[in-house]
Nanobody, 115 residues
Framework: QVQLVESGGGLVQAGGSLRLSCAAS????????MGWYRQAPGKQRELVAT???????NYADSVKGRFTISRANAVNTVYLQMNSLKPEDTAVYYC?????????WGQGTQVTVSS
């Protein structure tokens, strides 16, 4: 089983930056894709960004040009650099890891952007 732990959330003013981190442990050899999702109050959980083992990335249109997903030399650590933050980015951000048979999820970290 894969376990995920997020960190780095907090309160930031509009236009500011935050970096989220996700550390995976356990049976990490089976992970094909890792990514970030977010869920705002009253909204569905939505994809923010993903990265494959080969380094291919995918972003939601709403964050392109502002957010960057990356990983450390060890593929079990993934980051989300968030720049030019907007109030509409306010949400709980969740780390996700995809294997051939199941998805693992972190506990979530709150990001609040003030106007």
């Amino acid at each position: 089983q894969v376990q995920l732990v997020e960190s780095g959330g907090g309160l930031v003013q509009a236009g500011g930056s935050l970096r989220l981190s996700c550390a995976a442990s356990g049976s990490i050899f089976s992970i094909n894709v890792m990514g970030w999702y977010r869920q705002a109050p009253g909204k569905q959980r939505e994809l923010v960004a993903t990265i494959t083992r080969g380094g291919s990335t995918n972003y939601a249109d709403s964050v392109k040009g502002r957010f960057t997903i990356s990983r450390a030399n060890a593929v079990n650590t993934v980051y989300l650099q968030m720049n030019s933050l907007k109030p509409e980015d306010t949400a709980v951000y969740y780390c996700n890891a995809e294997t051939p048979t199941y998805d693992a999820w972190g506990q979530g970290t709150q990001v609040t952007v003030s106007s």
